[in-house]
């Protein structure tokens, strides 16, 4: 089982960005899926933005319709690591953000599809 640690959360203004580094060990991302989630207070786990080892690099993503044109999702299969560019924060973006993976050569934003879990870093949006 793969492990993940997410990092690169914090405190920014509306408007702001931030990139979200999760390092993916015990696995290659060759042929691993992978995906980023929130979780606002008092809300269910969102799927924000997936895709997988080998379809990054040639742009193939799924996004949620609220992250559209501001989120980009991206790999680096020599770091192990998958990015989460997030530009033109709104509060609406406040929320732990989880990175998951799983074997396979999917891009779904269903969670269950995910065995494994980092555990969570949070973002806040505030002025």
């Known amino acids: 089982q793969a492990q993940l640690v997410e990092s690169g959360g914090g405190l920014v203004q509306p408007g702001g960005s931030l990139r979200l580094s999760c390092v993916v060990s015990g696995i290659t991302l060759d042929y691993y899926a992978i995906g980023w989630f929130r979780q606002a207070p008092g809300k269910e786990r969102e799927g924000v933005s997936c895709t997988t080892g080998s379809d990054s690099s040639d742009g193939v993503a799924y996004y949620a319709d609220s992250v559209k044109g501001r989120f980009t999702i991206s790999v680096d299969n020599a770091k192990n690591t998958v990015y989460l560019q997030m530009n033109r924060l709104n509060v609406e973006d406040t929320a732990v953000y989880y990175c998951?993976?799983?074997?396979?050569?999917?891009?779904?934003?269903?969670?269950?599809?995910?065995?494994?879990w980092g555990q969570g870093t949070q973002v806040t949006v505030s002025s």
């Open positions: 998951a993976g799983g074997p396979g050569g999917y891009t779904s934003p269903r969670a269950v599809r995910y065995s494994d």
